[in-house]
Protein backbone atom coordinates (compact mmCIF):
# COMPACT_ATOMS: atom_id res chain seq x y z
CA UNK A 1 0.00 0.00 0.00
CA UNK A 2 1.77 3.04 -0.97
CA UNK A 3 -0.66 6.22 0.13
CA UNK A 4 1.98 9.03 -0.16
CA UNK A 5 2.05 7.88 -4.24
CA UNK A 6 -1.06 7.50 -4.41
CA UNK A 7 -2.51 10.34 -3.10
CA UNK A 8 0.10 12.67 -5.07
CA UNK A 9 -1.49 10.94 -8.10
CA UNK A 10 -4.80 11.57 -6.90
CA UNK A 11 -4.12 15.38 -6.53
CA UNK A 12 -2.10 15.97 -9.80
CA UNK A 13 -4.49 16.46 -12.43
CA UNK A 14 -6.35 19.05 -10.10
CA UNK A 15 -3.71 20.76 -9.25
CA UNK A 16 -2.85 21.18 -12.75
CA UNK A 17 -6.16 22.53 -14.08
CA UNK A 18 -6.37 24.77 -10.65
CA UNK A 19 -3.16 26.17 -11.98
CA UNK A 20 -3.84 26.90 -15.72
CA UNK A 21 -7.34 28.01 -14.70
CA UNK A 22 -5.75 30.58 -12.31
CA UNK A 23 -3.38 31.48 -14.51
CA UNK A 24 -6.44 32.43 -17.36
CA UNK A 25 -7.93 34.16 -14.51
CA UNK A 26 -5.04 36.27 -14.41
CA UNK A 27 -4.65 37.16 -18.10
CA UNK A 28 -8.49 38.48 -18.01
CA UNK A 29 -8.87 40.07 -14.89
CA UNK A 30 -4.86 41.51 -14.15
CA UNK A 31 -2.43 43.56 -16.19
CA UNK A 32 -0.18 40.29 -16.13
CA UNK A 33 -0.47 37.90 -19.79
CA UNK A 34 -0.16 33.73 -19.88
CA UNK A 35 2.42 34.84 -22.23
CA UNK A 36 4.07 36.35 -18.66
CA UNK A 37 2.89 33.50 -16.47
CA UNK A 38 2.87 30.26 -17.98
CA UNK A 39 6.46 29.20 -16.33
CA UNK A 40 4.49 28.78 -13.63
CA UNK A 41 3.40 25.59 -15.02
CA UNK A 42 6.81 24.42 -15.09
CA UNK A 43 7.06 25.17 -11.58
CA UNK A 44 4.18 23.25 -10.21
CA UNK A 45 4.81 20.36 -12.38
CA UNK A 46 8.47 20.15 -11.38
CA UNK A 47 7.24 20.03 -7.50
CA UNK A 48 4.42 17.63 -8.51
CA UNK A 49 7.07 15.29 -9.93
CA UNK A 50 9.51 16.11 -6.54
CA UNK A 51 6.24 15.02 -4.39
CA UNK A 52 5.70 12.03 -6.22
CA UNK A 53 9.49 10.53 -6.05
CA UNK A 54 9.27 11.76 -2.23
CA UNK A 55 6.47 9.70 -1.66
CA UNK A 56 8.02 6.95 -3.44
CA UNK A 57 11.53 6.90 -1.83
CA UNK A 58 10.05 7.51 1.42
CA UNK A 59 7.91 3.87 0.97
CA UNK A 60 9.32 0.63 2.20
CA UNK A 61 8.54 -2.20 0.08
CA UNK A 62 5.95 -4.61 0.86
CA UNK A 63 4.61 -1.96 3.06
CA UNK A 64 6.40 -2.68 5.99
CA UNK A 65 7.17 -0.23 8.52
Known amino acids: MNTGNDLV ?6 IILITIGTLFAL ?3 SPYS ?3 TWPV ?3 VLGL ?8 R ?3 TPGGAS
Not at 9 to 14: D, E, F, H, N
Not at 48 to 55: E, K, P, T, V
Open 34 to 36: FTQ
Open 48 to 55: LALAGRAA
Open 9 to 14: RAVRGP
Open 27 to 29: DHF
Open 41 to 43: LLI
Open 57 to 59: SGS
